[in-house]
């Protein structure tokens, strides 16, 4: 693999929010054409916060993220799909560095132990992992939770979107009537949210966690990286791109006022970060202390 190599040397972080513990964790990284993760913006501007291989991909990491709160282990995001040919490994430069199960092995829980799976969308890269190779849950005593928004779009693709969907990381979850399919926000606990915010797709959702004053935002693919923060930063991959500004817009004057945690589920480098200020407005976002 071509991609520059990953900054962080620690792979499994944690950060107290409130009464929640919260890891990030990670299942490797892979690589994305520039241009596609950057939409129209040119690449002498964005090649300058993500730079590319000789076929133009930028290095990506996958982070799911851990919360343990009031006795429940919630496991936001499964991790990549483990079951592509040579060929499909070849074309996203997928390395497997660090694994999901080793992260959870780290801080002393197996996939037995995990209560609840957030999915914030069913796309490979995120939901890979909710079943295994042999086609069983992954996590076999979790509800598996996702907009009903996302299940329709998953099981009824097109042309546009059929590539991001495997029916193997879902159709098993289905068939075993795991999924626990929500219509909108909703609190699965007290502090613990899941928000809808459409753009990428029209079923992603994010996760909010407030506790103890504090606040932590996981923001799916409406920023998937840190580099993203600025309003027209907005992938190519969005199936409704204005609809991702809107919610840009709406959403990160919010977190920044309530001093969120940001957690983004692709940032190769930075765990957890912080929104400012942006220079000619809008915001960006920093690792945070």
């Not at 997928?94 to 037995?112: A, K, N, Q, S």
């Not at 990381?169 to 009537?177: E, W």
């Amino acid at each position: 693999m071509s991609l520059p190599s990953s900054a962080r040397s620690t792979w499994t972080q944690h950060r107290r929010v409130g009464e929640a513990d919260v890891y990030s964790l990670t299942d490797g990284q892979f690589g994305l054409d520039g241009g596609a993760m950057f939409g129209n913006v040119p690449k002498v501007l964005w090649e300058r916060r993500a730079p590319a291989d000789h076929l133009n991909r930028i290095r990506l990491r996958i982070n799911p993220l851990l919360i343990r709160l009031g006795g429940r282990n919630i496991l936001v995001e499964t991790g990549f799909w483990d079951g592509g040919d040579e060929k499909f490994e070849t074309i996203y430069a997928l390395d497997r560095d660090e694994t999901l199960f080793r992260g959870l092995e780290e801080v002393g829980l197996t996939p037995d132990d995990i209560h609840t799976v957030i999915n914030t969308h069913l796309h490979f890269d995120h939901a890979g992992r909710n079943t295994t190779l042999l086609g069983d849950p992954t996590f076999p005593n979790a509800r598996y939770v996702v907009q009903a928004a996302e299940l329709q779009e998953a099981t009824h693709t097109h042309e546009r979107n059929r590539a991001s969907y495997i029916p193997e990381t879902f159709q098993p979850i289905l068939d075993a009537g795991l999924f626990d399919a929500v219509d909108g926000e909703q609190e699965l606990l007290p502090g613990l949210s899941v928000l809808p915010v459409p753009g990428h797709n029209l079923g992603q959702q994010a996760v909010v966690l407030r506790s103890g004053g504090q606040t932590l935002v996981y923001t799916a693919d409406m920023l998937p990286t840190l580099a993203h923060a600025p309003y027209p930063y907005i992938t190519g991959y969005d199936l409704y791109p204005v609809t991702t500004l809107e919610h840009k817009r709406k959403y990160l004057p919010q977190w920044y006022e309530a001093g969120a945690l940001i957690c983004t589920p692709h940032d190769p480098d930075v765990a957890f970060a912080k929104l400012v200020e942006g220079k000619k407005g809008g915001f960006e976002l920093v690792a945070a202390e």
